[in-house]
Nanobody
Framework: QVQFVESGGGLVQPGGSLRLSCAAS????????MGWYRQAPGKQRELVAAIGSGGSTNYADSVQGRFTISRDNAKNTVYLQMNSLKPEDTAVYFC?????????????????WGQGTQVTVSS
């Protein structure tokens, strides 16, 4: 299975910025639609941003206009630039292949998640 290593999280004040990175293993990275997900305490994991193999992007309403997802296929890496951070953005952030149906993630072979990177927005 593809393995992911996320980095770049930290503690930031409201209104601040962070840039997350996610390095993926394997030789097929450029073919995958990729997503950044987050999970806050007591909540389900949610998709916040996605980027297609061709570079098209889409965002959850809660982060639209503040977050920017990008990718560097030569480095097998996907990025998430987060600006104007809010306390409600506090969560552990993960990246993974974006699949059409989450209930089939394991079947598709993308059920392995990295450790994630903690983002805490607080004054």
């Amino acid at each position: 299975q593809v393995q992911f290593v996320e980095s770049g999280g930290g503690l930031v004040q409201p209104g601040g910025s962070l840039r997350l990175s996610c390095a993926a293993s394997g030789s097929m990275f450029s073919m995958y639609n990729m997503g950044w997900y987050r999970q806050a305490p007591g909540k389900q994991r949610e998709l916040v941003a996605a980027i297609g193999s061709g570079g098209s992007t889409n965002y959850a309403d809660s982060v639209q206009g503040r977050f920017t997802i990008s990718r560097d296929n030569a480095k097998n890496t996907v990025y998430l630039q987060m600006n104007s951070l809010k306390p409600e953005d506090t969560a552990v952030y993960f990246c993974n292949v974006k699949v059409g149906q989450e209930r089939l993630r394991e079947t598709y072979g993308f059920g392995s998640w990295g450790q994630g990177t903690q983002v805490t927005v607080s004054s």
